[in-house]
């Protein structure tokens, strides 16, 4: 049996040695047995000096003794180890040839044998069989000692088994395409060999002999590896080769590319081993499941830092906004219980303990209706918030709060918008969690209650009751409150129900009834055996008809000058007590309109009537027109006209100021001429010298303008003002001698307010109409009416000494009540149209009882003349009658009284001319003015001849003398003087 088998390329060769390997003996026992498989063969095949191990019997002829401590192999691994190591040191593949098998030669001993075949099939089964247990030795580094000798086994390092499994595995693929290309190079070199034949049996049990063979690409792709960053295994170098003889050229060659086949099977099995530690990717849906779980993840940390954020920078807002304690204005008679109008928003806000006066079922019932949860949830609702929250998200729509808290905050706190935003959204539930902790759910349910919108222009459950079932909250029944409930959520819809209801509406109640059982707030036996309550029909709460209108407007008014707008009238819940007193309004009204009607009255033509209070100042009742409907034009406080006489007060006011007293005598003959125009009494009237009583009651013009003249006009303007009337109404240019003839224009509530202070002992009292203004704490905001001492006391009561003259005894006998408990002192006043011929164009009596005062003027809007038919329009006419028909009805409530004495205070003062006394009837008139011509005497009778006296004395016939002067008292009607007003003005008189 052959010492060595030699396997490469597929071919089998056979050695035989003898001593020291010349004659074909086995060698010396003392050579060392071995017995190694193709795992096991050396690393290295260098000497320690780095020069390739030879023979020292080596032939100069450069003939290669083979290494008799080398043994040949077949597979990858050889040829792996072999060129790697050699390129390592820098030799060519030639050098090579000393390990591997020399080529055989023809003349070889027993090289035709036929026992090569079967040798060589024993030699690699032998081989495959002991390769098992010698896996586990250690390989030395180099083959050969310096010396040529086989290098013992003790004297070599050990390997890493790792190394030897990696390079095994790799070997098993060479067979299959290294085998191929050493087949092709070395055949041609030597005598034709046969192929080895396989061995019937494995070198192991159960495992073949040799891999099956794989390609490279079969296993890892090529790109594969470069994807995954493996780094090539390096390519060697070829190596020159040294021995220029074709044997060794052809297995050098084949040594190569083996040692290429055996790197790209390395790079292979490294890459298998990467991948194999990467590992598969995962399933697609894990993948997605794990995207989704961060992004959700990631929210929920980000939403919880917002969260935090809003939590500590949202503070409660500490106003209520203006629109949630909207509430309108109230307006009262004068008593200030009787409501007259209502201004703004219907709301009347009320405390938690008045909701439930008169039982829970209203604040249960809404509850119900709106958010079962409200006494346990902590001002938000977890499901709701987040149903909201996903429908803003995903753009469905933006959705408000769902719970009674929530809305409360929308519709309550200033700062708080109604924009759909999620910014808003985030701030009302914060607020709403901090009102929930801070705040009791009561408070929470009364805020709710007086903002949330009801439908009737009802804001509030209060005005909700009144507005649906004319009743206060308190009162509603179960079922009543159940409905208002349910309309909350469509009031437009419910706010227009009348008795006639929708089934939608109903389906709306009963959800409210069943929840109210869901919730304990009723039994299920209490449900059944209600019935649908129908809402009332819509009342008009503002009813302007009338005279209402008129009061409301002129309220408004005042309140504007007292600084309160409109707009806070209609936001800020006042209550306005105003002067206006109910029965007088109505006396008033009905006094009016039994004389004259609305059909009846001419267009343009309007009727005032005024009533103050002289203690106070407060209008009590006024007339402004038949209906506000018809006509906003108040004629009471807003229509005007000239006052005529009945200015004359203040003049002679002014006089009694000033120290006359009213029994000084003026001259109040006419016509007279003054500043160049002849002026003339009313109606013509020669008037004549008289007291100022006396020109008083029968209002001649003459004596009051040589009046004014003494006292002055400003003086007089001045006098005006002070007792009530406005400022600026009297013009510079109507300072002017027939200034008491009252060119001025005045307003109804004007003179009754300046005629009030003479009633009042000379103290003023500004005219009004708005007695309180209680703000929504009950406070009185009404400023104090402000006063003001016109006149003295003894002034003012001998003024009214000589007014009441007026009544009884002058011009105002029509308007007198002739009755002793009630006194009347009064003027009046006409004012005639010289342009159209004479006619009336105003007409005044403003006349007072110690109680009232009271004005009441017909006038036209033009100041032109007019006619009612079937009425007299003068002073003494129509206006006397209004007067007198009024006040007999209105002072019936009233307790007997009566004026002050008169004082008869200051100086008589004769500011009439002199008056020449008559002459003797003898004596001529020194200078007569004018000599009439004397009438024809009378022819005497021619007497008869008497005897002539003795002493017959001489005669003369007696002079006429001149006639005096007409008697002042004469009523002869001079000729109408020229108008002293000016253009387009009238010319008043008594």
Same mark, same amino acid.
């Given at each position: ?13 056979? =050695? %035989? ?8 003996? %086995? ?40 290494? +008799? ?32 098998? =020399?080529?055989?030669?023809?003349? =070889? ?40 000798? &086989? ?65 490279? *690409? ?45 790197? $790209?099977?390395?790079?292979?099995? !490294? ?10 990717? !995962? ?15 990631? /929210? ?16 409660? +807002? ?24 209502? %201004? ?14 008169? /039982? ?7 509850i119900s209706a709106e958010d079962r949860g409200f006494w346990t949830e902590p001002g938000v609702s977890v499901r709701g918030t987040t149903r909201a929250v996903w429908s803003t998200i995903t753009g469905q729509q933006v959705?408000?709060? *769902? ?114 059982? $869901? ?25 302007? *008809? ?10 408004? %008014? ?43 009255? +001419? ?21 402004? /027109? ?115 003839? /009252? ?79 009630? #006194? ?47 009425? =007299? ?11 007198? *028909? ?44 004018? #000599? ?19 002493? &017959? ?6 002079? &006429? ?15 109408? #003087? ?13």
């Amino acid at each position: 049996m052959p010492d060595v088998i030699c396997h490469g390329g597929g071919e089998l060769s056979e =050695s %035989r040695h003898g001593d020291g390997g010349a004659d074909g003996q %086995r060698p010396e026992t003392e050579m060392p047995d071995t017995n190694t498989s193709s795992e096991e063969l050396p690393t290295d095949l260098t000497s320690e000096r780095g020069v390739p191990a030879t023979d020292e019997d080596q032939s100069s002829e450069g003939v290669t003794q083979p290494d +008799p401590g080398v043994f040949k192999t077949s597979g990858s691994f050889l040829r792996d180890r072999v060129a790697q190591h050699l390129q390592e040191q820098g030799f060519g593949t030639g050098d090579a040839t000393e390990d591997t098998a =020399s080529p055989a030669t023809p003349d =070889s001993e027993g090289a035709d044998e036929p026992s090569t075949a079967a040798g060589g099939d024993a030699a690699a089964t032998s081989s495959a069989k002991d390769g098992a247990s010698a896996e586990s030795d250690a390989f030395p580094e180099d083959d050969t000692e310096t010396d040529g000798r &086989p290098a013992s086994p003790q004297d070599s390092d050990d390997t890493a088994p790792t190394e030897a499994i990696a390079v095994s595995a790799s070997a098993e693929q060479a067979p299959s395409e290294a085998s191929p290309a050493a087949e092709e190079d070395t055949a041609p070199s030597g005598p034709e060999t046969r192929p080895l034949q396989p061995v019937n049996e494995p070198a192991d049990e159960g495992e073949p002999m040799w891999p099956t063979p794989q390609r490279l *690409s079969d296993v890892v792709p090529q790109d594969k590896d470069q994807e995954e960053g493996a780094t090539p295994t390096p390519t060697h170098a070829p190596v020159p080769d040294s021995d220029p003889g074709g044997g060794q050229e052809q297995t050098g060659r084949a040594t190569a590319e083996a040692a290429g086949a055996v790197a $790209t099977e390395t790079k292979a099995e !490294a890459g298998k081993g990467r991948k194999g530690k990467k590992g598969g990717k !995962a399933p697609l849906w894990w993948r997605i499941l794990r995207v989704c779980l961060v992004v959700v993840g990631v /929210g929920i940390i980000a939403g919880c830092g917002v969260f935090a954020y809003f939590y500590a920078t949202v503070e409660v +807002p500490d106003a209520a906004q203006a629109d949630a304690v909207d509430e309108g204005s109230t307006f009262y008679f004068a008593d200030g219980e009787t409501v007259f109008a209502e %201004r703004g928003t219907s709301r009347e806000i009320i405390s938690y303990d008045q909701m439930t006066a008169g /039982g829970d079922h209203v604040v249960e019932a809404v509850i119900s209706a709106e958010d079962r949860g409200f006494w346990t949830e902590p001002g938000v609702s977890v499901r709701g918030t987040t149903r909201a929250v996903w429908s803003t998200i995903t753009g469905q729509q933006v959705q408000g709060g *769902s719970t009674v808290t929530q809305q409360m905050v929308r519709n309550y706190f200033e700062g708080v918008s109604n924009e759909r935003t999620i910014s808003r959204k985030i701030q009302e539930i914060i607020i709403a969690i901090k009102i929930d902790q801070s705040e009791s759910k009561e408070w929470v349910m009364e805020q709710y209650l007086n903002t949330i919108y009801f439908g009737r222009q009802a804001y509030g459950i209060q005005a909700a009751a009144e507005a649906y079932y004319h009743k206060d909250v308190d009162e509603l029944t179960a079922e009543e409150a159940a409905f208002l409930a349910a309309a909350i959520q469509q009031p437009t819809p419910f706010g227009q129900a009348d008795v006639e209801t929708t089934p939608e509406m109903k389906q709306r109640w009963q959800y409210v009834v069943d929840g109210m059982v $869901t919730t304990g707030a009723i039994t299920q036996a209490e449900a059944d055996a209600m019935e649908f309550p129908a809402p009332e029909p819509e009342r008009q709460t503002t009813d302007l *008809s009338g005279y209402r209108g008129y009061m409301l407007q002129e309220a408004m %008014r005042e309140l504007e000058q007292l600084g309160y707008t409109e707009d806070m009238v209609n936001r800020q819940g006042y209550q306005i007590v105003t002067t206006f007193d109910q029965d007088m309004m109505e006396a008033a009204y009905t006094a009016v309109d039994e004389k004259v009607s609305q059909e009846e009255l +001419p267009e343009g033509i309007n009727i005032g009537l005024s009533t103050v209070d002289p203690a106070t100042g407060e209008v009590l009742a006024f007339f402004g /027109g038949h209906d506000y409907h018809a006509n906003q034009y108040d004629s009471s406080f807003l229509g005007s006209a000239q006052a005529g006489s009945a200015f004359k007060p203040y003049v002679l006011a002014t006089a009694l100021e000033q120290g006359y007293s009213f029994n000084s005598v003026v001259d109040g003959r006419g016509p007279q001429t003054i500043n160049g125009s002849r002026i003339q009494n009313a109606g013509g009237s020669a008037g004549g010298i008289m007291s100022l009583l006396q020109a008083t009651e029968i209002s001649n013009n003459l004596g009051y303008i040589n009046l004014a003249r003494e006292v002055g006009y400003e003086e007089i303007r001045d006098t005006a003002y002070a007792a009530g009337l406005p400022e600026g109404s009297i013009h510079d240019d109507q300072l002017v001698p027939v200034m008491p003839l /009252g060119a001025n224009s005045v307003r109804p509530v004007d003179q009754a307010s300046g005629y009030a202070t003479f009633a009042n002992g000379g103290v003023h009292v500004d005219a009004h109409v708005v007695r309180e203004i209680v703000n929504r704490e009950g406070e009185n905001e009404r400023p104090e009416v402000e006063s003001n001492r016109a006149v003295s006391e003894s002034t003012a009561a001998d003024l009214t000494y000589v007014l009441e003259s007026v009544a009884e005894n002058g011009t105002g006998r029509s308007a007198n009540l002739w009755d002793p408990d009630h #006194p009347v002192a009064g003027k009046t006043g006409t004012v005639r149209d010289e342009l159209s011929g004479g006619g009336t164009s105003a007409a005044w009596f403003v006349g007072y009882t110690p109680q009232l005062s009271t004005a009441v003027g017909v006038y036209s809007d033009n100041n032109r003349a007019f006619t009612i038919p079937g009425q =007299s329009i003068s002073s003494t006419g129509l206006p006397s009658e209004i007067w007198k *028909s009024y006040m007999t009805a209105v002072m019936a409530n009233y307790e007997p009284a009566s004026f002050p004495d008169p004082a008869f205070g200051g100086d008589n003062e004769y500011w009439a001319p002199e008056v020449t006394p008559q002459a003797p009837a003898d004596e001529e008139p020194a200078t007569p003015q004018v #000599p009439e011509v004397p009438e024809q005497p009378e022819i005497p009778e021619i007497p008869e001849i008497p005897e002539f006296p003795q002493n &017959p004395g001489t005669g003369e016939p007696e002079q &006429p003398t001149n006639p005096e002067p007409g008697d002042p008292g004469d009523t002869t009607e001079p000729e109408e #003087p020229d108008n002293p007003f000016l253009p387009g003005t009238d010319r008043g008189s008594g």
